[in-house]
């Protein structure tokens, strides 16, 4: 198992920027596939983006492409979120999640994680 912990989230300014931060537990970190999603107040959580195991090449949902970045330190069992040119529609509580099983690269959205973290808010103000 893996326990996940986010840390980072806050309020910003519409433009810009955050970076959220996730530790987790044990010592078998890089054998997970990483990722994040969000949920806005009245919607249901949505796909954020994943990135593999070893890291490198991250995927993203179209609503994020571009603006936010996914890595990870395996030696700091840790993967952040950094978020750019931060909009409005952005706010929502955010979840780190991980899983030995990564998503399938081509449909990412589909991925269905076995481990969340408790969530950190990001609001963006206009």
């Known amino acids: 198992q893996v326990q996940l912990v986010e840390s980072g989230g806050g309020l910003v300014q519409a433009g810009g920027s955050l970076r959220l931060s996730c530790a987790a537990s044990?010592?078998?970190?890089?054998?997970?596939?990483m990722g994040w999603f969000r949920q806005a107040p009245g919607k249901e959580r949505e796909f954020v983006g994943a990135i593999r195991r070893s890291g490198g090449t991250a995927h993203y949902a179209d609503s994020v492409k571009g603006r936010f970045t996914i890595s990870r330190d395996n030696a700091k069992t840790t993967v952040y979120l950094q978020m750019n040119s931060l909009k409005p529609e952005d706010t929502a509580v955010y979840y780190c999640?991980?899983?030995?099983?990564?998503?399938?690269?081509?449909?990412?959205?589909?991925?269905?994680?076995?481990?969340w973290g408790q969530g950190t808010q990001v609001t963006v103000s206009s």
């Open positions: 044990g010592r078998t970190f890089s054998r997970y596939a």
């Open positions: 999640a991980a899983d030995k099983f990564a998503p399938t690269w081509s449909e990412p959205t589909n991925w269905r994680p076995d481990y």
